[in-house]
């Protein structure tokens, strides 16, 4: 069993920018409900206080036995659910094994890794991403999708929000540069990747989260800018095709 220390990211940012919160919020701005096995890949993270279990953090598989997710999350996982898209249904639920953070300086990624006590049994409704290959840049759109934050009732659904622009570092880190009136954001050229809408969509709940195109994981959420639903603010993602061979190179040592 792997027992490695677990490492945690904390982000210096502007009193605009907020990483994955215990405040109440209705999660995924602007979504639509998912049909069931749309985003076969999507997990909750979830935190078990007192045995009573909630949604706090996205998360995507990979494979049978690991899920990826933000390091700013791992703190707080305690079980992981799949394939559902109502959390408020009987759910196929799993327990952690180990969690691993990517190790490196103060400008490490918010990206991390579960691994399950036991694997999950893949189907129709429940598989795993599709990795990009390491370095792989996008353009176009992508669809990032969520459950949001879910202490609020019948709020406990998984949504999606599709068309977002992806856009370079340059434009995303002058419209951040912009909305907080500051000479630089902590947006990191290796690290991040942006969606730019008419509004931001990421919200409370959503870190950890996947944003893909055409089934290929593109990023998943690590912090947006407050408040949730902002016009012209963008969405930042961890970009996962920096970290590719960081992911398999982790699985393979900690069989």
């Known amino acids: 069993m792997f027992t490695g220390k677990l490492s945690l990211i904390l982000l210096a940012t502007a009193v605009t920018i907020s990483a994955a919160s215990s405040v ?62 109502d959390l408020d249904d009987n759910l196929a639920y799993f327990y952690i094994k180990a969690k691993v953070a990517y190790k490196g300086n103060a400008n490490s990624p918010d990206i991390g890794l579960i691994k399950l006590t036991e694997p999950i049994p893949f189907g129709k409704n429940c598989q795993p991403v599709k990795l990009p290959k390491q370095g792989q840049e996008f353009n176009g759109t992508a669809v990032v999708s969520g459950y949001g934050h879910t202490l609020i009732p019948n709020n406990n659904v998984l949504g999606y929000v599709s068309g977002r622009k992806i856009v370079t570092y340059e434009e995303c880190n002058k419209v951040l540069v912009s909305l907080a009136g500051l000479e630089g954001s902590s947006l990191n050229p290796t690290n991040n990747i942006c969606t730019l809408n008419e509004r931001s969509n990421n919200c409370h709940g959503d870190d950890g989260g996947p944003l893909s195109q055409d089934g290929v994981l593109v990023g998943t959420v690590t912090w947006h800018v407050r408040p949730c639903g902002k016009s012209n603010a963008p969405n930042v993602f961890t970009k996962v095709s920096n970290f590719v061979d960081w992911i398999n190179q982790t699985i393979a040592s900690n069989k």
């Not at 045995?51 to 079980?79: E, F, M, P, Q, Y």
Request: aromatic letters at 4%; a positive charge.
């Open 24 to 85: 109440p919020n209705l999660g995924l701005e602007g979504a639509t409900v998912a049909a069931k096995g749309q985003f076969p890949f999507q997990a909750s993270v979830q935190s078990c206080p007192l045995t009573l279990c909630r949604h706090v953090c996205g998360g995507v598989i990979i494979n049978a036995n690991w899920i990826l997710t933000a390091s700013s999350c791992l703190d707080k996982a305690d079980r992981i659910v799949v394939a559902t898209v």
